[in-house]
């Protein structure tokens, strides 16, 4: 990581910015576990779960709440940073089918403020 002429502060290594890792982070949970047998099979985001178990329990947490699955969508599907590495080409696909699902069969009479 580059640093600022003048600068004297050392670059921030991202990794050491995270959590411990904890059993949620590594596996997935019984809540998640739970929330993969009730999507649709042809839905079912299994890539992701093998690959990111910490994302699909969170995804399991917040299925019922519209608002932060929008906005956890939007931080998963989006880089804010600018140099995050992306999500592997399997994953990133089941992401974006299960934001539609979710946002056309789950969902699907959400209406916002400009909606009116």
Not at 44 to 50: D, F, G, I, N
Request: net charge positive.
């Amino acid at each position: 990581m580059a640093t600022v002429p003048g600068n004297t502060a050392s670059p921030t290594d991202p990794g050491k910015l995270r959590h411990p890792l904890d059993k949620d982070d590594l596996e997935l949970n019984a809540s998640a576990r739970a929330w993969l047998v009730s999507i649709e099979a042809s839905e079912r985001p299994m890539k992701l779960a093998a690959a990111f178990p910490r994302i699909v329990n969170r995804l399991a947490k917040l299925w019922k709440t519209p608002l932060q699955m929008d906005r956890y969508f939007e931080d998963l599907l989006t880089d804010h940073r600018g140099n995050r590495q992306g999500f592997p080409l399997g994953v990133l696909m089941e992401l974006s089918a299960l934001k539609d699902y979710y946002l056309t069969r789950v969902y699907p009479t959400r209406r916002d403020l400009w909606d009116s």
